[in-house]
């Protein structure tokens, strides 16, 4: 199948391109929020999905509320797949960081759009834009710029490199599941569904890797609901509204740009000073994200049904 065959084709609306940008500054304060909650990495990751649960339900409900009666509601096999994915996500991201360098295992991450394009090529048979493969290039010699100074491999931390790899494979694979889901279903929806099966994984998880999963004070409560509310209600419900709209091979460069927004955060927040080749390497990021931007051109071939909104 064609790129031309999917939502990958779809012209980019500003609200779309708006969704994208500001889901990468959410998921891009992620890792703040970790580090000041007051519960292990396994649990935060747990509470991040989990609390976001009640708000993600609303949504879901103001979105569907002119949605025919009796209409039948079940979960849908690709935001099933999403929530596991998802999980794998979290799962392996918390592990590289505790088995390799904050460094490494951000700039393995970040690979993902890399996974996201084989994936689409061998697996779904899609034919990736030669201007998405060029961007590509771009985005990641941007992530080196910005990391790679910071990079240190060793033997011993090979293990959370893979970790890394691993996360990387795995968030691919979450933003070709949403993008399949989001063909027929709401972003709300998907979101809500996808993050229903994520907690449940995650708490298993917490459960058996954390000596306690709750948290520990008053503090500690409302860090997770701000990772909860912002990071993951926010970030991934409008990630997963752009993916209804923009091609996932183009999307998943927003990881590109969380690395772009938390060198912004060091600089401005904790007075990281930034180097030329950092500098550099952020610029050639959204040079790259110019470059691979679906061309109204391309959408010329679009689908005949709209989007779920």
Partial sequence: MSV??????????????????????????????????DVGPFASAFWRVALALPLLWLWMQAEERDRQAGTPRRFGRGSVLAGLFFAGDLFFW?????????????FFATTAP????LASWLVLRR???????????????GGAALIGQSLDIAPERLAGDGYG?????????YF????HARKTTGAARVTFESSLVTSAILLVVALVMEPHILPQSVWGLSV?????WFSHAGGQGLLAFALGHLPATFSSLVIFLEAVFAAA??????????????????????????????KAARAAADHQQPAPP
């Fill in 4 to 37: 031309s065959s999917s939502t990958a084709t779809r012209a980019p609306s500003a609200l779309a391109l708006g969704a994208l940008l500001a889901a990468a500054l959410a998921m891009g304060l992620s890792p703040v929020f970790v580090r000041l909650a």
């Fill in 224 to 228: 997770l609901v701000a990772l909860a």
């Fill in 127 to 141: 034919r990736v834009a030669g201007p998405v493969l060029v961007g590509l290039v771009f985005c990641l010699m």
């Fill in 265 to 294: 955060f060091g600089w401005l927040i904790a007075g990281e000073a930034l180097t030329l080749v950092q500098t550099a390497g952020g610029l050639l990021i959204l040079f790259g994200i110019w470059l691979a931007r679906p």
């Fill in 114 to 117: 890399l996974f996201v394009v």
């Fill in 94 to 106: 918390h592990l590289a960081i505790m088995n390799t360098t904050i460094a490494n295992a951000t």
């Fill in 176 to 179: 070709l599941a949403v993008e």
């Fill in 165 to 173: 790899i691993a996360t990387a494979v795995f968030f691919g694979l």
